[in-house]
Nanobody, 122 residues
């Protein structure tokens, strides 16, 4: 069982930046970030994901603004978020899997954190 704890959320104005962290209790090779906006379902596909070799994928909605990274020595996942806009307001969850997710869908990940809230005001 892997436990994960997110941190780094908060309230910022549009154009601002935040860095989310997700500390895992152990090594797990495949990790990603998902988000759920207020009143909406969790987005089906990861906002960003990273594999065991450090290869990354970012959703079109965040490409060029968000960057996922991972420190394997610390078992910690990060999401650097720049140029935030109000549409980025959501609860952000880190997720992890031992088997490589083929599509980046939420059902492919079986360890989840509790989430950290990001609020962007205009």
């Amino acid at each position: 069982q892997v436990h994960m704890v997110e941190s780094g959320g908060g309230s910022v104005q549009a154009g601002g930046s935040l860095r989310l962290s997700c500390a895992a209790s152990g090594y797990i090779p495949y990790m990603g970030w998902f988000r759920q906006a207020p009143g909406k379902e969790r987005e089906e596909v990861a906002v960003a994901r990273i594999d065991k070799n450090g290869n990354t994928r970012h959703a079109d909605s965040v490409k060029g603004r968000f960057t996922i990274s991972k420190d394997n020595a610390k078992n910690t996942l990060y999401l650097q978020m720049n140029s935030l806009n109000p549409e980025d307001t959501a609860m952000y969850y880190c997720a992890a899997a031992g088997i490589e997710p083929k599509y980046g869908f939420g059902w492919e990940y079986y360890y989840w954190g509790q989430g950290t809230q990001v609020t962007v005001s205009s």
